[in-house]
């Protein structure tokens, strides 16, 4: 993707967001956001898309063997939970006292 113009979400790390669409959609399940990946359009999303890897030892990890960890997913798959509103909303973005800030746009609310 090109430096130039860089995407701008409405996700940022520490969110909860329920997932929409793919193997662990789940509409009333909200799940904290662990990374943002800007360039790939991509976060990763705690307990979702969970892989299993293998490990070679090394001198951190001397066993080695099989790790279960989450892998990214597209933020497209995504959307942000609202807690008032107790369902995923979007976000709009508006001006308060010269700071962009998020709202949400079932309850109103601003999101921290």
């Known amino acids: 993707m090109s430096t130039r ?3 701008k979400f409405n996700i940022k790390k520490g969110d909860t967001v329920v997932v ?3 193997d662990d959609k789940d509409l009333k399940k909200p799940r904290k956001v662990l990374e943002v990946i800007i360039d ?3 976060v990763l999303v705690e307990g979702v898309n ?3 890897k293998h490990t070679k030892p090394s001198a951190q990890n001397t066993k080695g063997g099989i ?3 989450e892998a990214p ?6 959307m942000l939970w609202d ?3 107790g369902a995923a909303t979007k976000v709009k973005r508006t001006r308060e006292t010269g700071k962009l800030v998020r709202v949400s746009k079932k ?3 601003v999101i921290k």
């Open 20 to 22: 929409i669409a793919g």
């Open 73 to 78: 997913i597209s933020i497209s798959n995504i």
């Open 83 to 85: 807690a008032k509103a």
């Open 107 to 109: 309850s109103g609310e």
């Open 40 to 42: 790939k359009s991509r």
């Open 67 to 69: 790790v279960k960890q």
């Open 50 to 52: 969970i892989i299993t």
């Open 5 to 7: 113009f860089k995407p």
